[in-house]
């Protein structure tokens, strides 16, 4: 087993730019912003619902 929270730390901080690009109303950036993300997840064998369980405050 590998230690993934390098890889959860470097895209958490890519997940909070999406939700930075979301709340301003960028949606072509954002949903290419996701795209990244999702594609560079997949390497690092984390999903969109761990960035969503990392970022969430009552966690």
Known sequence: MTNSTPN??????????????VADGANDEAALLKQEIEEGLNWVELSWAD?????????
């Open 51 to 59: 960035l969503e369980f990392a970022n969430d405050p009552n966690q």
């Open 8 to 21: 959860l730390i470097a895209w958490l901080a890519e997940y909070r730019k999406y939700l930075i690009l």
